[in-house]
């Protein structure tokens, strides 16, 4: 069951440009993560936010969280051509201790130099 | 280090035959996952286990069996009646069941032949 929808599928920019992508999720969470995967590894952690918080920051990323709106923003600040990975987020919804991630398809960003 | 190990990080097998992936981490982590991702698509959930001796199935368990006889290991096997094997699996695990960041190991490419 696909919870989360990122937005855009694909993202081009030149490096020092920001990057914005975005995630749309159906039902209500209890936290909302974003991860990075590079090609052929597996997957990092990046952020958590919890479903009473709006924002939060770490080092060069900003993540928003509207749960009116049921979504979510990533924004990488003066991009590298390192940060050229593909961008997941994971909503955990609850479901009686048996709470679990759903993870979307994934914005794949490449960063020009 | 901490971390998790997955092994092999690529697996070729013949049509009909079982298939045994490892996966072993020394983060004292209770919960462990099996994720399974085709390309250009999210991670599936297939099976996970949040205490020693018990697991559950996830959205995709079908053609899989997994066991959890030890904290540290959460071995996965890909059986032939799994019809469409080939794929990028990923296991991953966090300090409680379902909550919190997951922790992923760096995959292994199954390719059946």
């Known amino acids: 069951s696909q919870q989360g929808e990122e937005d855009p599928q694909a993202l081009s920019i030149q490096e020092g440009e920001n990057a914005t992508m975005n995630c749309s999720y159906k039902?209500?969470?209890?936290?909302l993560q974003w991860y990075r995967q590079n090609s052929g590894r597996g997957l990092v952690h990046l952020i958590l936010?919890?479903?009473?918080?709006r924002e939060k920051h770490s080092g060069r990323l900003r993540v928003t969280l509207d749960t009116s709106k049921k979504s979510s923003s990533l924004l990488i600040t003066a991009s590298r051509a390192a940060d050229t990975a593909s961008y997941f987020c994971a909503t955990e919804t609850p479901q009686g201790g048996s709470e679990k991630l759903v993870f979307g398809k994934g914005t794949k960003l490449t960063v020009n130099p | 280090d901490g971390g998790i190990t997955q092994s092999p990080k690529y697996l070729f097998r013949k049509e009909g035959q079982n298939v045994t992936l490892s996966c072993e981490q020394n983060?004292?982590?209770?919960?462990m996952y099996w994720y399974r991702q085709d390309p250009g698509q999210g991670l599936r959930l297939i099976y996970y286990?949040?205490?020693?001796?018990?697991?559950q199935k996830g959205d995709i368990a079908e053609g899989y069996s997994v066991s959890r006889e030890k904290k540290e290991s959460f071995p996965l096997t890909v059986t032939s009646a799994q019809k469409n094997p080939t794929a990028f699996y990923l296991c991953a695990s966090s300090i409680f069941g379902g909550t919190g960041e997951l922790f992923f190991g760096e995959g292994s490419r199954l390719t059946v032949l």
């Open positions: 936010i919890r479903s009473n918080e």
């Open positions: 286990s949040q205490i020693v001796n018990d697991f």
């Open positions: 983060l004292n982590h209770d919960a």
């Open positions: 039902t209500s969470i209890n936290n």
